[in-house]
């Protein structure tokens, strides 16, 4: 029972990777084409997908997950705007 629990961690570690090799990229041009700041982007996309690590239990595989992450995305810059 252990080795099949491990087995699941395993499997949802790589789907993880797979979506963070995927957005990455895409949500650090959608930061840097609002801010204009190579370092600003990176350290907005850096919080972004830490955001979307730490909120993996609440990914609907069912829909859009792009759709989510950008909506991570969106508010991850809506948030910084608002404070800065």
Do not use: P
């Amino acid at each position: 029972m252990r080795n099949s629990h491990l087995g699941d961690l395993k499997e949802k570690d790589q789907v993880l990777v797979e979506m963070y090799k995927t957005y990455l990229l895409k949500v650090y041009r959608y930061m840097y084409a609002r801010v204009h700041n190579v370092e600003l982007a990176q350290d907005l996309t850096s919080d972004c997908m830490w955001k979307v690590v730490r909120n993996q239990d609440f990914i609907d595989h069912k829909k859009n997950i792009g759709s989510w992450i950008f909506t991570i995305a969106h508010n991850t810059l809506i948030d910084y705007f608002r404070t800065n």
